[in-house]
């Protein structure tokens, strides 16, 4: 069970058309043109470019993985939105 101290990132994966995922996170995993990377609580404001999938851990025993073509990820004060498609 994950401590409740614990700081959490608010996440939302979306396309166009919906919204994947919206919800809290320990952790979200994708990949840029310089590898594969990790956003974590307090990380600083970071947008990039994301290809081949991101990962949503939700401190659960199971995480939530998106396979994607193409997308842009945006990191702000601990949320992290997703644009799938763009």
Do not use: C
């Amino acid at each position: 069970m994950a401590d409740q101290n614990i700081l959490l990132l608010l996440v939302s994966v979306k396309t166009k058309e919906k919204v994947l995922f919206e919800g809290t996170a320990e952790t979200v995993t994708s990949f840029n043109l310089r590898g594969r990377f990790d956003i974590l609580p307090h990380h600083a404001n970071f947008i990039t470019l994301v290809s081949k999938y991101v990962i949503i851990d939700t401190g659960k025993e199971t995480e939530r993985k998106f396979d994607i073509d193409k997308g842009i990820l945006y990191a702000m004060s601990n949320r992290v939105s997703v644009y799938v498609g763009i």
